[in-house]
């Protein structure tokens, strides 16, 4: 087995009660679970938890989960878009992409190595 973590966005995270509330929701709501973690990375307006991700067992070495990206309008714009969402997690892209609500929001498939 194995283990990594991925800082998941929340919206902002006003003190560490806060923190004790919205983490273990958002992390779960991504299939992780919360580390301890988190920081504000726009004061006022986002802060992100640290979701911890284990896998392995079976000899796998990576772990694949979507991640939201903002809207994508076709498949070229999702060449361009989510290579780069991906890194910003510590992944890669693997191809795939979705709309999750139509004009405002898409989640790119990010593979992650461990």
């Known amino acids: ?4 973590t991925v800082d998941i966005p929340v919206g902002p995270i006003w003190n560490n009660d806060d923190a004790k509330v919205k983490c273990p929701i958002a992390c779960a709501a991504h299939l992780g679970e919360w580390n301890g973690q988190w920081t504000t990375v726009v004061p006022g307006e986002m ?3 640290g979701c911890t991700y284990t896998v392995g067992g079976s000899g ?3 772990y694949t989960m979507d991640v939201l990206a903002g809207p994508i309008w076709n498949n070229d ?3 361009e878009k989510c ?23 898409s989640v790119c498939g990010c593979t992650f190595k461990v």
């Open 1 to 4: 087995m194995a283990t990594f």
């Open 47 to 49: 802060s992100v938890c």
């Open 60 to 62: 796998s070495s990576e």
């Open 77 to 79: 714009d999702a060449q």
């Open 83 to 105: 290579p780069i969402v991906c890194a910003s997690y510590g992944g890669t892209w693997n191809g795939q992409w979705t709309t999750v609500v139509p004009g405002k929001m």
